[in-house]
């Protein structure tokens, strides 16, 4: 091959490296991609995590009736990828017969909640609300907020999230400060609150933590893992999803896995393409 | 020193020194268990404090943003009226039924009206608004993992290995990835962000220093 | 009919949300203004909800006692004040004590969670009878002080004509290392990143137009639309 004759090759390498970035066509495939399971459903295997199996166990050693406090603050668009995670956690939490009280630091938690107990009834089913799980809704402040609720519930708020005084819960008098109880957990979308947690229920108060966050914030979460800060992570739609079937009980999470796995592929294809887009163009280059 | 000038700015910054040094000693100190709880309870008090003032400070924010549209109208830019119009007409009526809610003794969250606006409205546009995202993150992944050089090459392989284990098909192609992704997110990544969250710590120690020291002025807004 | 309504309404923001990838449309901007207004106005509501049970509950039911929550509703009622041209400072008082309160609980606990805390997870055995384990603990020590000189404590060797001194190569050395480790620390969170992304929109589809196909294909033609026009009056202007 002449030396024009290689600079032409490359130009239109180049060219076809533009055709394939062209966003239009990325996004078209992706959408086609992530639909490609509804019609099609793969049923994929999914393996279990070591870490969400510890996560699995920690919670099953629990003492029966054990108090554990959740904060549930994740946005809207954090939905798919935590409301998984909390519905399986807290049906095994229900089934191990421990008492939960929910609060939120972000002011999406409450909302987020309210959808979470309409879309998931069979989770309430048979609990009572006051003895067996308490809703405090969102609490303004952040960091304040956590330092608050560690040291005193009934010393923070007056009343819960559906306008019951907090004086009147049995649950809040046998829990109230975070040493009574034995697992945080954050269900949480801002990489802040779990400072928050780390800083204000663990650090003073010693109270084990379990983070389940996005996928996006788990590579940042790890080093309170490694610190001995935290329990575990519960990273992402995955960590939910293998949850989903360690409890028996599949929702979105599973339900999503096989479009994240055609999704995942399409964009893997993608990065193939454009290593060998890079690398032809810069292989003829080298040779002229 | 003029007086104003004290009111306006020495006397907040010397508030903020003097809640940041009790607050920190307040923490640390122990003298004996009736103290200590003496001491709690002032501590526990600003605490309370200061959530009270966020819940006004966040509907500052929001009144911000209705400002912000009625200065849009009145430009009378004849594209934008509509829009601004119908952003504060929603930000409105949904403060109208939460002082209803409050005024009436039911929990807002509860408020018919109210809670319709937010699974209705404010729940989907918020979460496709975050969700096109995708988009960008597909395309910018075509662009970024290319091994341009031996760091890219490794920043290539650690992306591959953990998109892998994060799905299933990875668990199809070798069911080691699921571990080795555990691996690299607890040893190679960890030591990689520990800095970040050690960083974070001394920023935050240098951040009260320097508001205990009066160095730390933007906080204040504008200049006087 | 209302939930007839609900249904139509959320599968159709969410599809004029998402047309803004291919053009910025009437649509679009639409469903952005909707949540500009329903985001803040929810906002502003939920927090008067944290105002009521942390401070107007507790006046109304026991105005002797709680007497003293009317201090720092005064006070974040100063925040109002920044809107004042002559009075703009009175705000500071609110400002400052939200902040110093905040950085206080941060600024106590800091020293011990971020900093305490992560040095001694360093702090490894370097020798173990497990070699794997000896290889983990070696990756964590070096990655982790080497990263740290990187970000924090960087220091820039002289550059000596001729041969390098050997100071230098060992700073090369521990650069080149954190430079390694945080790509292993980048490459994890973009992958990441890419599930979270895929996440958000996987999850949108099951939640608001797999359910309702006929919903979801009006609002596309009618998005679809909308570009054509868009699309139009870009080429005319």
């Not at chain 1, 990828?81 to 972000?106: N, R, T, W, Y």
């Not at chain 1, 992570?233 to 896995?257: C, K, T």
Request: with cysteine.
């Amino acid at each position: 091959m002449d030396g024009e004759e290689g600079l032409k090759m490359g130009t239109s390498l180049k060219r076809l490296d533009t055709i394939i970035g062209t966003r239009q066509l990325l996004y078209t495939l992706l959408i086609i991609f992530t639909l490609i399971p509804m019609f099609f459903p793969l049923r994929l295997p999914i393996s279990i995590s070591a870490r969400t199996k510890k996560v699995y166990n920690y919670i099953d050693n629990l003492k029966p009736g054990s108090y554990i406090f959740i904060d549930f603050d994740y946005d809207p668009a954090g939905r798919g990828e935590i409301e998984p995670q909390a519905v399986a956690m807290m049906k095994h939490l229900f089934d191990k017969k421990c008492k939960l009280v929910m609060a939120s630091l972000g002011t999406t938690g409450p909302v987020m909640f309210e959808i979470m107990r309409k879309t998931n009834p069979d989770i309430f089913a048979g609990k009572e609300y006051g003895k067996d799980w308490v809703n405090i809704g969102y609490v303004a402040g952040g960091e304040s907020a956590a330092a608050g609720l560690a040291r005193s519930i009934s010393g923070t708020v007056a009343m819960d999230a559906y306008g019951n005084p907090i004086g009147n819960l049995p649950l809040i008098k046998e829990a109230d400060k975070a040493e009574q109880f034995a697992l945080a957990i954050v269900f949480t979308t801002g990489t802040d609150t779990l400072y928050y947690f780390v800083r204000q229920w663990f650090t003073p108060y010693k109270t084990p933590l379990i983070l389940g966050i996005l996928g996006v914030m788990g590579p940042a979460a790890e080093p309170f893992v490694a610190a001995g800060q935290a329990v575990e992570l519960m990273v992402g739609q995955v960590a939910g999803a293998e949850y989903e079937v360690l409890v028996g009980r599949p929702g979105i999470g599973l339900g999503a896995m096989d479009a994240q796995s055609t999704s995942h592929a399409i964009i893997l294809i993608f990065i193939i393409l454009g290593n060998i887009m890079f690398w032809s163009v810069r292989l003829r280059g080298e040779k002229r | 020193m003029e007086m104003s000038v004290i009111w306006r700015r020495t006397v907040p910054q010397l508030l903020v020194a003097i809640i940041l040094v009790v607050m920190t000693a307040l923490y640390f100190l122990y003298i004996d268990k009736t103290t200590k709880a003496t001491l709690n309870y002032w501590d526990q008090l600003l605490i309370n404090y200061s959530i009270v003032i966020a819940a006004l400070a966040a509907i500052v924010g929001g009144v911000d943003l209705a400002r912000y549209h009625v200065a849009l109208i009145m430009k009378r830019e004849r594209e934008q009226i509509p829009f601004s119009l119908i952003t504060l007409f929603l930000e409105v009526v949904c403060v109208v039924f939460a002082f209803y809610a409050l005024a009436t003794g039911v929990p807002i969250l509860t408020q018919p009206q109210f809670s319709w606006i937010y699974l209705n409205l404010q729940v989907p546009t918020s979460s496709a608004m975050y969700s096109i995202l995708v988009f960008y993150v597909a395309s910018a992944a075509y662009r970024t993992f290319r091994a341009r050089n031996p760091p890219a090459l490794l920043l290539l392989i650690v992306g591959v290995i953990v998109m892998l284990g994060n799905t299933s098909l990875g668990f199809v192609i070798w069911p080691g990835f699921t571990p080795l992704k555990d691996w690299i997110m607890t040893v190679p990544n960890a030591a990689g962000y520990r800095p970040i969250v050690i960083g974070v710590g001394l920023g935050t120690i240098i951040l009260g220093l320097r508001l205990i020291l009066r160095k730390e002025v933007t906080w204040m807004g504008r200049r006087d | 009919m209302i939930e007839a309504i609900q249904i139509w309404l959320s599968a159709a923001l969410v599809i004029w949300i998402w047309s803004f990838v291919y053009k910025d449309n009437y649509l679009y901007r639409l469903a952005q203004h909707i949540f500009l207004g329903a985001a803040a106005g929810y906002s502003i509501g939920i927090s008067l909800d944290s105002l009521n049970k942390t401070a107007l509950v507790p006046l109304a039911k026991s105005p002797t006692t709680n007497m003293h929550l009317i201090i720092p509703i005064i006070i974040g009622l100063l925040f109002f004040f920044k809107y004042s041209r002559r009075y703009y400072w009175v705000a500071r008082y609110g400002v400052g004590i939200a902040l110093a309160v905040g950085t206080a609980l941060a600024f106590r606990t800091a020293p011990m969670a971020n900093i305490i805390r992560q040095v001694n997870a360093v702090l490894l055995p370097l020798w173990t009878p497990d070699p794997v384990k000896t290889l983990n603990n070696w990756i964590h020590v070096v990655i982790t002080l080497s990263a740290l000189v990187y970000f924090i404590f960087t220091v820039t060797p002289r550059v000596v004509e001729g041969r390098p001194t050997i100071t230098y190569r060992l700073y090369d050395a521990v650069l080149r290392i954190g430079i390694y480790g945080m790509m292993v620390a980048f490459g994890a969170t973009l992958a990441n990143t890419i599930m979270t992304r895929l996440a958000f929109f996987i999850s949108m589809n099951l939640q608001y137009l797999q359910p309702y196909p006929l919903e979801s294909l009006s609002a596309i033609i009618l998005v679809a639309i909308a570009i054509l026009f868009a699309m139009r009056r870009a080429r005319a202007g």
